[in-house]
């Protein structure tokens, strides 16, 4: 774990959950696993408040437990996992796939279940159910049995597992169960972790109460508090979103591959041919073609494994993430450095090993320019130099001198500037909030007075007294402010798409070996 990680991670712990939480977490990523009262007395902070924290961290996945380095008879110890909280920058986009496949349902049931870290299903869906009924029009409701519909839907397409420590354990498991172990193991290897429970719910979504309605609330909270406590038949069995989720995002029907594997499952041509689109028209000895020529393709994205069923072929999905992190590499510095510069980079990609000679012959570049360019690069560790001596004195008049680039240990380097990156986005969205907070709270108070003067039916020149209580400069402070942090925001969205591709290759490079 790198100082940027550390960083990062304690950047989204602070935005997410708040400073105590950011404290509690970033001092276990820095001191590794700590019992309840070391963690406590090393951060100098109240024993009821790290409690607190170290729960929120559990509920999301972000914290592990277990019996610590004294044995089962000593005292408990904690552990945070940097890739679950690494994980948070992706949420806007798991947010966002589920909505463009499963519609306004699927998008409020993953957004509730990540905001929560794990909810039962039951809980899921009334929540969902509640939350689509207020906005529809009066006397319309949504039905559980739709919203029930689109969770089996994110179930069955891997988007939501039931939490590890539940998986085969039905109805008696509880979040005590959660250790270090449990994380160990994948959802694939657990028989239980797509399988729904059988629930006992039915009824309609039920819309928020007006303000007018509060003493009401209160005279019968405790009624209604026992009236909802019914027994719905999935207790205990709590839900999180899968950590497969980028899998199905890239393809949603590939249920059979893991998630780190170099290769997809073998398919056969016949297994290809009836899952293509009819529109797209393509008839079995054109896709015996289109396959021949996959295979005999120099990239060696698609390779075959065997004859029967018309060939079985399988996707080389670390050679595809290779290639993908090459293109990255050579566009980084050809922004940084220049075309030439780039030129140089991609020769020794494909050279493997050359001579200062020899890169300013094939690259033809003058030699000074070469000279020049090569040095900046090994300065910033894009390129290596490697010495192989002719005698064992390593003279330099008898070594050769060869510039190389090795992909994994550069992509590991970019990997870290993007991590330093993304937390210097956020420290400066941060800053320009707090030296805005004073404009933001009068905009929000001020669309808060509106909406509630509309939703009484004010008239239009009431309406527009109250706009103008802000003035034009502040205004335009908040048009600039919302222009800049949605710049940052696309800008973070960007860069996390490079993590996750060099995260994928690396974790490809090692499973690969």
């Keep these: 774990m790198t100082s940027q ?88 986009r798991y947010i966002y796939t589920a909505k463009s496949l499963y519609g306004d349902t699927g998008e409020l049931i993953v957004e509730e279940v990540l905001q929560r870290g794990e909810m039962t299903m039951s809980s899921v869906v009334k929540t969902v159910a509640d939350r689509l009924t207020h906005n529809m029009e009066d006397g319309r409701s949504m039905d559980y049995s739709e919203v029930i519909s689109a969770f089996s839907s994110l179930v069955d397409t891997h988007f939501l597992q039931r939490c590890l420590a539940a998986c085969g354990k039905g109805n008696a498991a509880t979040s005590s169960e959660k250790t270090p172990n449990s994380s160990a193991a994948t959802p694939e290897s657990l028989t239980d972790c797509y399988k729904l429970p059988q629930i006992n719910l039915r009824g309609r979504g039920k819309r928020r109460r007006s303000s007018g309605d509060s003493d009401v609330d209160q005279r019968g909270g405790k009624r209604a508090k026992l009236e909802n406590k019914e027994l719905c038949g999935d207790e205990g069995v709590f839900w999180q979103t899968s950590s497969e989720i980028v899998r199905t995002m890239l393809r949603i029907s590939e249920m ?27 008839s ?18 698609v390779g075959k494994s065997g004859d029967s069923g018309g060939g079985m072929y399988v996707v080389n999905l670390h050679k595809a993430l290779a290639n993908l992190a090459r293109a990255t590499l050579e566009s980084v510095v050809q922004e940084r450095f220049g075309s030439r510069s780039a030129r140089i980079f991609r020769l020794l990609l494909r050279k493997r090993h050359l001579e200062q000679k020899q890169v300013e012959d094939f690259a033809m570049i003058p030699a000074k320019e070469a000279k020049d360019m090569l040095y900046t690069l090994l300065s910033e560790n894009l390129v290596q130099l490697q010495e192989i001596p002719k005698t064992p004195d390593h003279a330099p008049s008898r070594t050769f001198y060869l510039y190389t680039v ?67 400069p502040e205004r335009q402070q908040l048009e600039a402010l919302k222009h800049h942090i949605n710049k940052m925001d696309s800008s973070e969205n960007q860069v996390d798409e490079t993590i996750f591709l060099l995260e994928s290759y690396i974790s490809s490079t090692k499973t690969s070996h």
């Design 5 to 92: 990680e550390v960083r990062l991670c304690g950047l989204l712990l602070q935005e997410h959950f708040g400073e105590v939480v950011e404290k509690v977490g970033t001092h276990l990523l820095r001191s590794g696993a700590l019992s309840l009262r070391a963690l406590a007395h090393e951060t100098n902070t109240p024993l009821d408040l790290v409690k607190k924290s170290l729960c929120v961290l559990v509920q999301h996945g972000m914290c592990v437990f277990g019996s610590g380095r004294r044995g089962p008879g000593g005292p408990t110890e904690y552990r945070c996992l940097v890739e679950r909280i690494l994980y948070t920058l992706r949420f806007p």
């Design 256 to 282: 059979t591959t893991q998630p780190n594997a170099a290769y997809t499952q073998p398919l056969s041509a016949n297994e290809i041919f009836r899952a293509l689109p009819a529109s797209y028209n393509i």
């Design 284 to 301: 079995r000895s054109t896709l015996d073609q289109y396959l021949t020529l996959l295979v005999d393709d120099p990239m060696e994205f």
């Design 406 to 472: 090795n992909q994994l240990p550069t992509a590991r380097m970019l990997l870290q500037h993007c991590y330093k990156t993304v937390g210097n986005l956020i420290e400066r969205r941060l800053f320009e909030t707090r030296e805005n907070k004073r404009h933001l709270e009068k905009s929000q108070r001020i669309e808060a007075i509106l909406a509630s003067l509309q939703v009484s039916g004010a008239e239009p020149a009431q309406l527009t007294e109250v706009e103008e209580m802000i003035t034009a």
